[in-house]
């Protein structure tokens, strides 16, 4: 009995963690000495460190199968839904990119950041020393590298499929490190990022920066599903009202915010989008699928929030250059595993080699995504069913036929 109950016993989660450790690392900035913010400055840096390394080791862990994965499942319905979530996808990132660009500027003061001297003329405490750690390849060869893999392994029809077994380990391998070593330190990493912010006179302005946004992206999400519903009831087979369609996806979007899991939502995202009218085999096809590539709701987020950081910097975010990050983040976090951040992970590499994000940057990346890391998950299963009615509007009868 002592046993179960200890299995049983309540541990916070990541949000949670993650809340405390901002709360946290603001008060003791207030009074903490001079020496023991360095300390925490010092496993700041050497986290850091970790981090980088790993950056593509997770891109190729992650892509390399997910390509690998799909490539294999040949079809024309396979092709056409694929096209349609990277489609999907890049609505969502350029429809938060032009809504930043349009609103942020007035609701963010550029500013100074932790790099360079604080508001208050205090600078952020410094590190003792770190350990470099550099990373086997850079962002774009392990990207490369992933494409070479996932489709040549995809293109293999012979042999016991030993290489695509490696992949699948190496996945496997990438998620224990995120859920053994990179994960259960976030909170302490970040901490230490808050610690600094509010030694150096920041925090203030990036807490009112973060409330902003995350209203804004609330805002985005619920405008984003009306519009995929709108789109889906055009080619919906009964023309059904886009509000009606979207209210019966609800169970899912619920469920996905309490297990903040697309996998763990597929039953019920299922048994909605054939209440929506999309035929079993087609919806059983798609809704899996979908939940691995189709990604709207946390591109949306990881293009207003790095939007955001940028105008507080006061660097340029010209379209081209975000056009590129788009549409390379849409492929990158495809198949991101189950583990809370994982989008925001597997994009942290974009984010400092397109962006030209810090360290520091890419910690309040991770803490702005995981605040609202349910709310994009939700997004994201919501909109799979939107998807599905228009898949099943080109494959539904011959699917049914066959």
Not at 78 to 104: E, H, I, P, R, W
Not at 320 to 346: D, H, S
């Amino acid at each position: 009995m002592t046993q179960s109950t200890q299995k049983k016993r309540w541990r916070p989660g990541l949000l949670v963690c993650i809340f405390i450790a901002i709360g946290c690392g603001i008060g003791c900035g207030m009074f903490f000495p001079l020496w023991l913010s360095r300390c925490f400055a010092t496993f700041n840096a050497i986290f850091s460190q970790f981090l980088g390394f790993c950056i593509p080791l997770i891109i190729l862990g992650f892509v390399a199968p997910a390509i690998a994965d799909i490539g294999s499942r040949a079809g024309k319905m396979l092709l056409f839904t694929a096209v349609l979530a990277y489609v999907a996808t890049l609505f969502a990132g350029f429809l938060s990119y032009f809504t930043g660009v349009a609103f942020f500027p007035s609701m963010i003061q550029p500013m100074q950041y932790i790099a360079a001297t604080g508001t208050a003329g205090a600078e952020a405490p410094a590190a003792f020393f770190t350990i470099e750690m550099p990373p086997l390849m850079a962002v774009n060869s392990a990207l490369v590298i992933s494409f070479v893999l996932g489709l040549g392994t995809a293109a293999l029809t012979r042999g016991t499929g030993a290489l695509r077994n490696v992949l699948s380990d190496f996945r496997d391998v990438m998620v224990k490190v995120i859920n053994r070593a990179i994960v259960p330190l976030l909170p302490l990493y970040i901490f230490g990022i808050f610690l600094s912010m509010t030694v150096s006179g920041q925090v203030g302005t990036i807490l009112s920066t973060f409330v902003k946004i995350i209203v804004v992206i609330f805002a985005l999400h619920i405008f984003l599903l009306v519009f995929q519903y709108s789109i889906a009831a055009m080619f919906s087979r009964h023309g059904k009202n886009p509000l009606k369609l979207l209210w019966t996806m609800m169970p899912a979007y619920f469920t996905a915010l309490g297990t903040q899991s697309s996998a763990a939502t597929i039953p019920v995202t299922l048994r909605q989008a054939v209440k929506l009218g999309v035929s079993e085999p087609v919806a059983g096809f798609t809704v899996p699928l979908c939940a691995t590539i189709h990604m709207s709701g946390s591109v949306l987020k990881l293009v207003a929030c790095s939007l955001a950081l940028m105008i507080m910097h006061g660097m340029p975010y010209d379209l081209g250059t975000y056009a590129y990050f788009i549409a390379m983040l849409a492929i990158t976090i495809v198949a991101a595993p189950g583990v809370p951040g994982g989008a925001v992970m597997a994009s942290l590499g974009l984010l400092s080699s397109i962006l030209g994000f810090s360290d520091a940057d890419n910690a309040l990346m991770i803490a702005l995504y995981i605040a609202m890391d349910s709310f994009g998950t939700a997004c994201n299963v919501t909109g799979d069913g939107a998807l599905s009615l228009i898949v099943d509007r080109f494959f539904g009868k011959k699917t049914a036929t066959e």
